[in-house]
Antibody, heavy 123, light 110 residues
Framework: EAQLVESGGGLVQPGGSLRLSCAAS????????MSWVRQAPGKGLEWVSA????????YYADSVRGRFTISRDNSKNTLYLELNSLRAEDTAVYYC????????????????WGQGTLVTVSS | QSVLTQPPSVSAAPGQKVTISCSGS????????VSWYQQLPGTAPKLLIY???KRPSGIPDRFSGSKSGTSATLGITGLQTGDEADYCC???????????FGAGTKLTVL
């Protein structure tokens, strides 16, 4: 069964940077698109960013475009999210999520989620 | 403000049935598949229903999903205290070109 384990969260000052990682196992990582989804305290889920199975295509929510960068290393079965110019409103638990498709098919859901890593932006 | 609209909370007694609604528009629910996620207190989301009405392996048939037009519904029968959780709908929005979610519905089993 697929497993996703996030790391890299922590407390950072406004304007600071952080790099999140997501280690994948139990499935062919290079065969699937992946996403980052966040959840602010007491709030609902918000999709942040996605990357194609090869890493050649990336997508971002308007709220993070230009500040966050998604990437992946298929040789290490690892997904990354670089967070720059952090703001208080970026405070959230960040989940990596496996999409149920890759290649020519269109993903329709997130079938596996990691346990999340908390990012707190505060002075 | 979530793109998909869900009731903040629902409640029912053990053994009873409950439904949770998710309302959207033609750019999301109306033309794309809907998923439902269960989030037990303090845990990550877990896929419950995908492609409107399909259950992943291991999800009991007490859980069901349906879609009509621009709305979707999650049904849970034979409620158990262990079903107390937040339930969230999600889909792709073709106009926004983003994944969108509801704010979640808190289920209380009285």
């Amino acid at each position: 069964e697929a497993q996703l384990v996030e790391s890299g969260g922590g407390l950072v000052q406004p304007g600071g940077s952080l790099r999140l990682s997501c280690a994948a196992s139990g499935f062919t990582f290079s065969g699937y698109a992946m996403s980052w989804v966040r959840q602010a305290p007491g709030k609902g889920l918000e999709w942040v960013s996605a990357i194609s199975e090869s890493g050649g295509r990336t997508y971002y929510a308007d709220s993070v475009r230009g500040r966050f960068t998604i990437s992946r290393d298929n040789s290490k079965n690892t997904l990354y999210l670089e967070l720059n110019s952090l703001r208080a409103e970026d405070t959230a638990v960040y989940y990596c999520a496996k999409e149920n498709c890759g290649g020519d098919c269109q993903s329709t859901t997130f079938d596996y989620w990691g346990q999340g890593t908390l990012v707190t932006v505060s002075s | 403000q979530s793109v998909l609209t869900q009731p903040p909370s629902v409640s029912a007694a053990p053994g009873q049935k409950v439904t949770i609604s998710c309302s959207g528009s033609s750019s999301n629910i109306g033309n794309n598949y809907v998923s439902w996620y269960q989030q037990l207190p303090g845990t990550a989301p877990k896929l419950l229903i995908y492609d409107n009405n399909k259950r992943p392996s291991g999800i009991p048939d007490r859980f069901s999903g349906s879609k009509s037009g621009t709305s979707a519904t999650l049904g849970i029968t034979g409620l158990q205290t262990g079903d107390e959780a937040d339930y969230c709908c999600g889909t792709w929005d073709s106009s926004l070109s983003t994944w969108v979610f509801g704010a979640g519905t808190k289920l209380t089993v009285l």
